[in-house]
């Protein structure tokens, strides 16, 4: 267990990945900004926003591609200004209610997108998944994942693909964990083996989750993510993300503007802390790619499933814009 109780500790956890899924990450950033702000010396309402704002920025830096931690932050201090004029002990119980909120909505939310997901799987059928989706990732259940334990618990019989998901193994030490504690069948498979599993015919359709979406459904997730929806297309097998709301950018137009975070070589040239690869040898570590619009068959989310993704069955089925 990880105990954690000033806000430079949980950016540190969310920068290195002791705490990592959009969701999750989002939730944690929400927390840490509560951990950073509760003892403010402000004792004016514009100090206590000025270091709340301060706060918020330090905290959505340490990872630059889930949109989840800024959407969360944006939050605390919307709802830190809607009690303008009570003084600043309101507003700091204001914050702590807010991530409180955020973490409720999100289990309540990551239910609900298992529920749409699991229609989607039919009896019988193997799904193939990447990285790690499941409640470890989220405030609870997950987000891909949950769409299997719901499948699962309805009495469908499901299996699923588990990628190991190089550099950091979040499939293989994560996924299989959650798959095999609620007793799914699960199967491991280096990343690159996913082309051969599905010239196989073993697998009917890919889930995944989502770190950033665009406006037009592009989707920033795990690297890898990408190369497995064109495998998809290829084997002509359906490919779906499930995300929150929570997680879509309305703000850009295009999976183009979504930054993509590189991280240090070593978590390319080590495994487990042993060395793999020769000492001075170039690497470049993108930790997330993004998918095209046009290879993703849906995107599940809580107010229902997109389907064909394009920029006006998004705006239409989150009902914005
Ligand atoms: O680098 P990570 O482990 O934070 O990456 C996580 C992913 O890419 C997940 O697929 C994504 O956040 C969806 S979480 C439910």
């Not at 402000?42 to 706060?55: G, P, Q, V, Y």
């Not at 190991?164 to 979040?170: G, K, N, V, Y």
């Not at 107010?303 to 239409?316: F, K, Q």
């Amino acid at each position: 267990m990880l105990r954690i109780t000033d806000p430079e500790a949980m950016r540190d956890a969310i920068r290195r990945l002791a705490v990592r899924g959009a969701p999750a990450i989002g939730i944690a950033a929400a927390f840490g900004t509560v951990l950073g702000v509760r003892s403010s010396p402000a004792t004016t309402e514009a100090a206590f926003l000025e270091h709340l704002d301060n706060s918020c920025q330090r905290m959505a830096s340490a990872r630059p591609t889930a949109v989840n931690p800024s959407w969360a932050l944006e939050r605390l201090k919307a709802r830190a200004q809607t009690l303008s004029g009570r003084g600043v002990p309101a507003m700091k119980a204001a914050v702590h209610a807010e991530a409180l909120a955020i973490l409720d909505e999100d289990r309540a939310i990551c239910r609900r997108l298992g529920e749409i997901g699991a229609d989607l799987i039919r009896d019988g059928q193997t799904v193939l998944t990447h990285c790690n989706t499941g409640a470890l990732a989220t405030g609870e259940h997950g987000t891909a994942l949950a769409a299997v334990f719901e499948a699962h618990s309805r009495s469908k019989r499901v299996s699923v693909y588990a990628t190991e998901t190089r550099p950091l193994l979040q499939g293989a030490r994560l996924t299989t964990w959650e798959l095999l504690q609620a007793g799914i069948d699960v199967t491991l498979i280096c990343d690159g083996m996913a082309a051969q599993v599905m010239k196989e015919g073993r697998v009917h359709a890919v889930l995944v989750g989502a770190d950033r979406i665009a406006a037009n459904g592009d989707t920033a997730n795990k690297i890898g993510t990408y190369g497995l929806a064109l495998l998809a297309r290829e084997h002509g097998l359906p490919f779906y993300v499930v995300a929150p709301r929570s997680t879509f950018d309305l703000s850009l137009a295009s999976g183009a503007e979504i930054p993509i975070e590189e991280r240090p070589p070593e978590e390319v040239t080590c495994v487990g802390g042993q060395r793999i690869a020769p000492h001075g040898i170039k690497v470049y570590a993108p930790a997330f790619d993004v998918t095209p619009a046009r290879y993703i068959t849906g995107i599940v989310t809580e107010r229902g499933l997109i389907t064909p993704v394009t920029a006006e069955t998004v705006r239409r089925t989150l009902g914005e814009g």
